[in-house]
């Protein structure tokens, strides 16, 4: 089976950026972010079941998720985000396995911004790699991306475990708090690390 390494970080710390520089490399990303909103254009699978539970009022004009209006509710009501959780998840493992199978690179970077939130990966993840940055960093890049108060920025974060309890949790870390030269050098350095560790999983399977 190929080597799959799972990358998550909180909102705003620079997976997408780190994703780029390994796709660069060569290596094939799975993102689940990408899945998610494919699932919920209009006619995507989630659709019919999020109509279903929600209602028409959380679908825009065109039949697509309402975006920003579920991620109001599910932000305010918990009850509201495990029902939106337990439509989308099932439909992007499902996905993410399926695109595992069509890959060719010598390893798989698989996005997953929930990864220790969820027990859904545990079994296709060989290891983790979290993209970590300052609090106050994830707050302003995040708020210059994508126009959000500080307030919803904060409230996204609350919603993912903490900054500490994910990197005691993760088996490699790339810092991104300096410029974007010194991020290059740490996903080359570990795209180097992650070519070892496949030739040396090719070699152990091949004296058998």
């Known amino acids: 089976m190929t080597f799959i390494v799972g990358l998550t970080g909180g909102i705003g710390c620079g997976k997408s950026s ?24 209009p006619d995507g699978q989630a659709i019919g079941l999020i ?54 690179s010598p390893y798989i970077v698989i996005v997953v911004p929930l990864l220790f939130e969820t027990d859904d990966y545990d079994d296709i993840i060989h290891r983790s790699l979290v993209v970590d940055c300052e609090e106050s960093m994830q707050i302003s890049r995040t708020m210059a991306r994508s126009q959000l108060s500080e307030q919803q920025v904060k409230a996204i974060m609350a919603q993912q475990i903490s900054r500490q309890t994910r990197l005691q949790k993760t088996d490699d870390i790339i810092t991104n708090n300096r410029d974007i030269d010194f991020l290059k050098t740490q996903v080359t350095q570990l795209h180097n690390k992650y070519l070892i560790i496949c030739k040396n999983k090719s070699d152990t399977v091949n004296l058998h």
Do not use: W, Y
């Open 51 to 104: 109509r279903d539970s929600f209602g028409d009022a959380f679908l825009t004009a065109n039949g697509s998720l309402d975006r920003e209006k579920m991620r109001n509710q599910v932000f305010s009501d918990s009850h509201a985000r495990h029902k939106l959780e337990k439509i989308l998840h099932p439909l992007i493992l499902k996905e993410v396995i399926e695109q595992t199978e069509q890959t060719r």
């Open 18 to 41: 780190v994703s780029q520089f390994f796709a660069e490399l060569g290596i094939d990303i799975i993102d689940t972010d990408v899945i998610a909103r494919k699932l919920t254009q």
